[in-house]
């Protein structure tokens, strides 16, 4: 998504308004300009970001995920897996925020050493999710059962796996 065009709307938009000030406001205007442009476009990418996020939610278990490419964002959709079922949660109706929150969202920075971010990558992409999207399950699934997040194994059956000896 090229954002150059809003970016010179919002340009021509504040030289409109430094007309009205005079021949200070209107050099004024032109020196904010260049450091403005950074600055409107980190807001854009963070509105979108935002507008995504309440997407996803929608979308769940698919995602749609901001990239950024040079300047300008991109957007990776990523459909929920086919014949897999989506399990709502047992301690709430499908659609309800679980009891005691207000059904927003929070965003937290995650630093994962590289190795470790490399499996959650590939876990996610086992299960068609985007990375975000599984790491919810996966602290979901801890929080509320203690148990790991289920995972795809080898032969790409979603499922746990036992150990141990039979008789």
Request: charged share 25%; net charge negative.
């Amino acid at each position: 998504m090229d954002l150059s065009p809003y970016v010179d709307t919002l340009r021509r938009e504040l030289a409109v308004a430094a007309e009205a000030g005079g021949e200070e406001a209107r050099e004024l205007a032109r020196r904010l300009t260049a450091p403005l442009e950074s600055a409107a476009r980190l807001t854009m990418l963070g509105v979108l970001s935002a507008a995504m996020d309440e997407v996803t939610r929608e979308l769940a278990p698919g995602s749609v995920d901001v990239r950024l490419r040079g300047l300008d964002p991109d957007f990776v959709v990523t459909p929920a897996p086919q014949g897999v079922p989506v399990e709502p949660s047992p301690a709430a109706p499908a659609g309800a925020p679980p009891e005691g929150e207000e059904g927003g969202t929070a965003r937290i920075n995650l630093r994962l050493p590289a190795h470790l971010k490399s499996r959650a990558e590939e876990a996610a992409s086992r299960e068609g999710l985007s990375v975000n999207a599984w790491l919810v399950r996966a602290v979901s699934a801890a929080v509320d059962g203690g148990s790991r997040p289920r995972t795809a194994d080898r032969s790409g059956t979603v499922g746990q796996s036992f150990t141990g000896w039979v008789r």
